[in-house]
């Protein structure tokens, strides 16, 4: 079992930035897919990055490719979403998640319904 705890969401203004951390505990190591992934209020669950770990393979939705940036820290067993250029429409409830799956090519922001392990979320919003 591997548990996920989101921290960093908040409140900032257009244009702003925000770093969140996923700090995860038990059999951390059996995961190579980190992920990212958000949902807006009346919306679907949108993917937003990925990371697989073997390679450092990143994986972003083209709504965020250029302002968001996924990143591991192994040693801290904490993976990360740096935010730039922060827009209204990127307000929502981020949740990172972890799985184990046979290759890059399953590691992507599509694959959401397929990850195993998830936090609880942490709330991100943006102001004109």
């Known amino acids: 079992q591997v548990q996920l705890l989101e921290s960093g969401g908040g409140s900032v203004q257009t244009g702003g930035s925000l770093r969140l951390s996923c700090e995860a505990s038990?059999?951390?190591?059996?995961?190579?897919?980190m992920g990212w992934f958000r949902q807006a209020p009346g919306k679907e669950r949108e993917g937003v990055a990925t990371i697989y770990t073997y390679s450092g393979f990143t994986n972003y939705g083209d709504s965020v490719k250029g302002r968001f940036t996924i990143y591991l820290d192994n040693a801290k067993k904490t993976f990360y979403l740096h935010m730039n250029s922060l827009k209204p429409e990127d307000t929502g409830t981020y949740y990172c998640?972890?799985?184990?799956?046979?290759?890059?090519?399953?590691?992507?922001?599509?694959?959401?319904?397929?990850?195993?392990?998830w936090g609880k979320g942490t709330l991100v919003t943006i102001s004109e």
């Open positions: 038990g059999d951390f190591i059996s995961t190579n897919c």
């Open positions: 998640a972890a799985d184990q799956v046979p290759g890059a090519d399953r590691c992507t922001t599509d694959g959401g319904s397929g990850m195993d392990y």
